[in-house]
């Protein structure tokens, strides 16, 4: 199982960026999969998950209506969508695996983070 996340960049406030996160070794909507993040000093935080049963979405609740997760299942392919990034968005992202098709399921595989810096 491998997850290879990209995509990240300097980005001014109010811009946008769209990570990518290429999964191989398991097929993308079996599982849920999930994107988190860490800014210096803070520890990781879950940001949005999509589960594999049904294509549910979860996001933590300050960032709904400016992220948006999906997945593109002919390319086993994990987006996250980015809008009106703020300074405080600054972090590196990693995607992960969860075990089960569930958001609950715990995450048992991590993808290399990919560094989204906000600043003008």
């Known amino acids: 199982v491998q997850l290879q996340a990209s995509g990240g960049g300097l980005v001014q406030p109010g811009g946008s960026l769209r990570l990518s996160c290429t999964a191989s070794g398991f097929t993308l909507d079996y599982y849920s999969v999930g994107w988190f993040r860490q800014a210096p000093g803070k520890e990781r935080e879950g940001v949005s998950c999509?589960?594999?049963?049904?294509?549910?979405?979860y996001y933590v609740d300050s960032l709904k209506g400016r992220f948006t997760i999906s997945r593109d299942n002919a390319k086993n392919t994990l987006y996250l969508q980015m809008n009106s990034l703020k300074p405080d968005d600054t972090a590196e992202y990693y995607c992960?695996?969860?075990?089960?098709?569930?958001?609950?399921?715990?995450?048992?595989?991590w993808g290399q983070g990919t560094q989204v810096t906000v600043s003008s």
């Open positions: 992960a695996k969860k075990s089960g098709s569930s958001w609950a399921n715990e995450c048992d595989y």
């Open positions: 999509i589960t594999g049963s049904d294509g549910s979405t």
